[in-house]
């Protein structure tokens, strides 16, 4: 068996003297992890950096085996390691994706949003990719058969004044129709509503827990998992990032 693939690096552990199991994100071939021979070596270990992107190989006599990678690099993103919140935001993603996503299953279009999640994190702040880190999770919900509905109100059918999500139905409600529900419901942050990325720290902060919400409830909880550490301490640094903004601390 053979093939080969675009991937993200995930995590990497230590596999005998110096060897490295991969777990990676790749194109079309889902979440997969290999063996990677001398992965261990300093040079290796400088490319198999979680978040990079390599050109990878697999091999294995049967499908079913774990099999070995050999790996060239394809995009380097070692700037991640350099701000804390690129780092709490990559620290967040690759523990979503293993804890969410099945080995082996294809989710091209996780990988791609991915990519590109990444490259905004080396660019700018929270308050820049934020936004973007939202959509993927939003996206990976919909890839996984568990996407919100946010067209129109759940209870009226309107198709204005949205600014609630059902923390059942996972679908929109309206001003008017959540208004005896209110306490009950998630916030739709406007920017789930628009094009745009900009948005304010607070609107960030429900996004971040709305899409916690349904990744819990409907990934991760009925496998008997957690919502990871790391995606936890995302959300605490945006609600700190929301709480100096409204306070006027730079």
């Not at 936004?131 to 058969?145: A, F, I, S």
């Not at 679908?171 to 208004?179: F, I, K, T």
Request: some cysteine.
């Amino acid at each position: 068996m053979e093939w080969s693939d675009d991937a993200i690096v995930l995590s990497v552990r230590a596999h005998g003297e110096s060897g490295a199991i991969v777990d990676a994100l790749t194109r079309d071939h889902g979440r997969h992890m290999g063996l990677v021979r001398g992965g261990g070596s300093r040079k290796s270990k400088a490319m198999l950096q979680p978040g990079n992107t390599l050109h990878v190989v697999w091999r294995a006599r049967l499908n079913e085996h774990l099999g070995s990678f050999t790996a060239e690099p394809a995009q380097s993103r070692a700037g991640l390691m350099e701000s804390r919140a690129a780092l709490a935001g990559l620290n967040a993603f690759t523990s979503v994706a293993i804890a969410a996503l099945p080995e082996r299953e294809p989710h091209a279009s996780v990988f791609e949003a991915g990519e590109v999640l990444l490259d905004q994190m080396l660019e700018d702040g929270l308050s820049h990719w934020g936004p973007l880190y939202v959509r993927w999770e939003m996206g990976l919900l919909d890839e996984l058969g568990f996407g919100m509905d946010l067209s129109h109100c759940a209870a009226t059918g309107a198709t204005e004044d949205l600014i609630y999500v059902s923390p059942r139905s996972g679908r929109a409600v309206s001003r008017a129709g959540g208004e005896d529900y209110k306490d009950r419901m998630l916030k739709l942050p406007p920017f789930l509503l628009a094009s745009q990325n900009a948005c304010a720290p607070e609107d960030l902060v429900a996004g971040l827990k709305l899409t916690a919400h349904f990744l819990a409830e409907r990934v991760l909880v009925p496998h008997a998992k957690q919502t990871p550490p790391a995606r936890l301490r995302l959300l605490e640094m945006a609600e700190r990032e929301s709480a100096s903004s409204r306070h006027g601390r730079p």
